[in-house]
């Protein structure tokens, strides 16, 4: 069992940088793929970036590579995702998910999820 927690969101401008955590408990989930999802008003979820457990693999969506970037802690059980050069379009709630094997983009193939945390990028 994992469960993950989300913080860091809030209220930018567009520019800025915001970094946010994922907190995990559960002793297995280093060997999880850790992977970032949002979920903009009237939107479907959708993916955002992943890690593999082992971090030899990162993956991201076309519309925030280069600008965002995943990372993972294993020794403290915390994923990260730091996000620049942010713009209004970003504004969402952005979900940790964790999944046992291997990567993919789609939200059914994850199998823990966090609350999210709320993103919001003024113009």
Known sequence: QVQLVESGGGLVQAGDSLRLSCAASGRTFSTYTAGW????????????????WNAGSTY??????????????????TVYLQMNSLKPEDTAT??????????????????????????????
């Open 37 to 52: 999802f949002r979920q903009a008003p009237g939107k479907e979820r959708e993916f955002v970036a992943a890690k593999t």
């Open 60 to 77: 991201y969506a076309d519309s925030v590579k280069g600008r965002f970037t995943i990372s993972r802690d294993n020794a403290k059980n």
């Open 94 to 123: 952005y979900y940790c998910a964790a999944k046992r094997n291997g990567y993919s983009v789609l939200r059914s193939s994850y199998d823990y999820w966090g609350q999210g945390t709320q993103v919001t990028v003024s113009s």
